[in-house]
């Protein structure tokens, strides 16, 4: 995001919160308008700070008596989207990881398709070409199409910069809003259980308007599948290298082996979840939407879409002849994956936290008068 659009993202938040907190008519809705409500004045990073606590649930939007096409032209959805990208593009580090979200959809979707050729290129030239053409089920079946140290060591590699961008931008968004270095672990606590919940995907209290006017808790559901599918399917791995580095058992696992019954199950949910939630994107109503946002959205939500379900068919075929090709294109579609973590939507993940981490301490401080 340019300095100047920077510039115009913040003063149209600052000038969108200044009326809400005159009218405070949402003020029970979500924890952004408790936490609005706090402030007697609008700093950037408290603008930044509940752009982010925003889960875009879109209840305000509709309930406000200043939307479109009233001359006050309140739109809070669309304005903290706006703040959101502005944010996580100011505090990623290096710079040009930060300019990707500008436009954000055709980054991903070009580091995706690096992933997805390179690993078969790679292995073409470290495999012995006969095995790519034939099926083979025995132990290690799966190293004799890519080597472990392809398979294994460029993944670890990406993984940690993609841990160290995403950990270095939640410091400087951390320490852009005042995060106070003694949060108590019973702040720390109601933090993490809403952001497990998703407690303000609820709205308040029957659920998002989204993808209309409409209450509804799919969107809230969807979300669950996508996190416990992306959780299971984390354990599934965690397991799989226990087996092999400390029992000796090399992949691939029979079916009701631990790692494949927590690798299926958290693909199935995966699948499910970015499934609807694509198909929710696509009826979104499109004046509360940031257009800037949505091809990250969806990029996201494809790229984790083609992992599940790369991996569900090659553990559905894995005894075939389609095991080789197979087992390639969700190497490459997990490579893209990695290759676009330290500037896709997972940063929301690491800023959101925060951002609800600061509502807890001040809930807190509240409580304790």
Same mark, same amino acid.
């Given at each position: 995001?340019?300095?100047?659009?920077?510039?115009?993202?913040?003063?149209?938040?600052?000038?969108?919160?200044?009326?809400?907190?005159?009218?405070r008519?949402?003020?029970g809705?979500?924890?952004v308008?408790?936490?609005?409500?706090?402030?007697?004045?609008?700093?950037?990073p408290d603008?930044?700070?509940?752009?982010?606590?925003?889960?875009?649930?879109?209840e305000?939007?509709?309930?406000?008596?200043?939307?479109?096409p009233?001359?006050?032209?309140?739109?809070?959805?669309?304005v903290f989207?706006?703040?959101?990208?502005e944010?996580?593009?100011?505090?990623?580090?290096?710079?040009?990881?930060?300019?990707?979200?500008?436009?954000?959809?055709?980054?991903?979707?070009?580091?995706?398709?690096?992933?997805?050729?390179l690993?078969?290129?790679?292995?073409?030239?470290?495999?012995?070409?006969?095995?790519?053409?034939?099926?083979?089920?025995g132990?290690?079946?799966?190293?004799?199409?890519?080597?472990?140290?392809?398979?294994?060591?460029?993944?670890?590699?990406?993984?940690?910069?993609?841990?160290?961008?995403?950990?270095?931008?939640?410091?400087?968004?951390? =320490? $852009?809003?005042?995060?106070?270095?003694?949060?108590? #672990?019973?702040? /720390? &606590? +109601?933090?993490?259980?809403?952001? *497990?919940? %998703?407690?303000?995907l609820?709205?308040g209290?029957?659920?998002?308007?989204?993808?209309?006017?409409?209450?509804?808790?799919?969107r809230?559901?969807?979300?669950?599948?996508?996190?416990?599918?992306f959780?299971?399917?984390?354990?599934a791995?965690?397991?799989?290298?226990?087996?092999?580095?400390?029992?000796?058992?090399?992949?691939?696992?029979?079916l009701?082996?631990?790692?494949?019954?927590?690798?299926?199950?958290?693909?199935?949910?995966?699948a499910?979840?970015?499934?609807?939630?694509?198909?929710?994107?696509?009826?979104?109503?499109?004046i509360?939407?940031d257009?800037?946002?949505?091809?990250?959205?969806?990029?996201?939500?494809?790229?984790?879409?083609?992992?599940?379900?790369s991996?569900?068919?090659?553990?559905?075929? =894995? $005894?075939t002849?389609?095991?080789?090709?197979?087992? #390639?294109?969700? /190497? &490459? +579609?997990?490579?893209?994956?990695? *290759?676009? %973590?330290?500037?896709?939507?997972?940063?929301?993940?690491?800023?959101?936290?925060?951002?609800?981490?600061?509502?807890?301490?001040?809930?807190?401080?509240d409580?304790?008068?």
């Amino acid at each position: 995001m340019s300095l100047s659009a920077e510039q115009g993202a913040v003063a149209e938040a600052r000038r969108v919160m200044t009326i809400c907190n005159a009218c405070r008519y949402c003020e029970g809705l979500c924890a952004v308008f408790p936490a609005m409500e706090r402030l007697a004045v609008f700093s950037d990073p408290d603008l930044r700070y509940l752009g982010n606590l925003c889960h875009d649930c879109r209840e305000c939007f509709y309930a406000c008596p200043f939307t479109p096409p009233h001359d006050f032209d309140l739109n809070v959805p669309r304005v903290f989207a706006e703040l959101r990208r502005e944010t996580y593009e100011r505090h990623t580090k290096p710079a040009v990881l930060g300019r990707a979200y500008r436009r954000n959809g055709l980054a991903v979707a070009l580091a995706a398709g690096v992933g997805a050729v390179l690993v078969p290129l790679l292995a073409l030239v470290w495999s012995d070409p006969g095995v790519l053409r034939s099926a083979s089920t025995g132990a290690g079946a799966f190293y004799e199409v890519v080597p472990m140290p392809l398979m294994v060591g460029p993944a670890l590699v990406l993984m940690i910069f993609a841990c160290v961008v995403l950990l270095a931008a939640g410091a400087g968004f951390w =320490r $852009e809003i005042g995060g106070c270095a003694s949060v108590s #672990l019973k702040s /720390l &606590g +109601v933090a993490t259980v809403d952001a *497990l919940r %998703l407690t303000y995907l609820g709205g308040g209290g029957s659920g998002c308007s989204y993808p209309e006017e409409g209450l509804s808790m799919w969107r809230r559901r969807l979300h669950h599948l996508v996190f416990w599918g992306f959780a299971l399917d984390l354990a599934a791995t965690t397991v799989a290298a226990f087996y092999e580095h400390a029992l000796d058992r090399i992949a691939p696992y029979p079916l009701w082996s631990l790692p494949v019954v927590l690798g299926t199950a958290g693909g199935l949910l995966l699948a499910l979840g970015t499934t609807g939630l694509l198909w929710l994107k696509r009826r979104s109503d499109a004046i509360p939407t940031d257009e800037g946002t949505v091809g990250m959205d969806v990029a996201f939500l494809a790229l984790l879409w083609a992992t599940s379900v790369s991996g569900l068919l090659l553990l559905a075929l =894995r $005894e075939t002849a389609w095991m080789p090709t197979l087992l #390639l294109v969700h /190497l &490459g +579609v997990v490579a893209g994956f990695f *290759l676009t %973590l330290p500037f896709g939507k997972f940063a929301h993940a690491v800023h959101r936290y925060l951002a609800l981490v600061r509502h807890a301490v001040e809930e807190a401080a509240d409580e304790a008068g």
